[in-house]
């Protein structure tokens, strides 16, 4: 299956890697051309306003805006941040799902961190899921045809899906653990039979 990454900024290599590891066929994309024949698209971690304003420059705002009306997309972190319809800042967004996110929500002190939590909806179930946040968001409002998907013990939001759209606060390409990239590419995998 071919999966894309969106190289313009950010860890793009490691979710290549990570893919790579499950035996997809990766396309690091850079030009709207670059979308074809892909089966799913991974919006990296990194900085939003910059891959948001590159977006635009390299043409590709409305080129993925079109593909994710019928293909699987997985933004994590600044990635999670341009999949959503409102940040309460101005900045360029896809504004693919149905969620509004608020950047940098926890703090200064403490905007990096690392939790264990159990994820009962990967394959397999267990063990709990090594969560890494770096300057992450918090998916503050959940709406319309989007759903909460994971949140952390305090109830706040870390992960939303809407049909083949993902979007994850933290780094799973951050770590050894595949889970949800597998996750992600039976998506893809999905969405490439409709
Ligand atoms: N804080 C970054 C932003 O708002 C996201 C950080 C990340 O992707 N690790 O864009």
Same mark, same amino acid.
């Given at each position: ?8 900024? $950010? ?11 499950? $035996? ?19 919006? #990296? ?33 600044? $990635? ?7 940040? $309460?800042?101005?900045? #360029? ?43 992450? #968001?918090?998916? @503050? ?27 994850? @606060?933290?780094? #799973? ?22």
């Amino acid at each position: 299956m071919k999966i894309g990454v969106l190289a313009l900024q $950010g860890d793009f290599r490691e979710h290549r890697i990570s893919l790579e590891k499950l $035996g997809a066929d990766v396309t690091e994309v850079r030009l709207p051309q670059q979308l074809q024949d892909l089966s799913g698209l991974i919006l #990296p971690g990194g900085e939003s306003t910059t891959i948001g304003k590159l977006l635009i420059a390299y043409e590709l705002m409305d080129a993925v805006r079109v593909f994710g009306q019928t293909k699987a997309v997985w933004g994590t972190c600044a $990635g999670a941040i341009l999949m959503a319809k409102s940040v $309460g800042a101005n900045q #360029p967004l896809l504004e693919l799902m149905d969620i509004t996110v608020q950047r940098n929500a926890f703090g200064r002190q403490i905007d990096s961190f690392e939790i264990n939590l159990p994820v009962p909806f990967l394959t397999p179930p267990e063990p709990d899921y090594h969560l890494t946040f770096i300057r992450g #968001p918090i998916i @503050s409002e959940v709406y319309g045809n989007a759903q909460p998907l994971l949140s952390l013990p305090d109830g706040r939001i870390i992960a939303a899906q809407q049909g083949k759209l993902l979007a994850t @606060s933290f780094h #799973p390409e951050l770590t050894d653990d595949l889970r949800f990239h597998s996750y992600f590419l039976e998506l893809a995998k999905s969405a490439s039979v409709n």
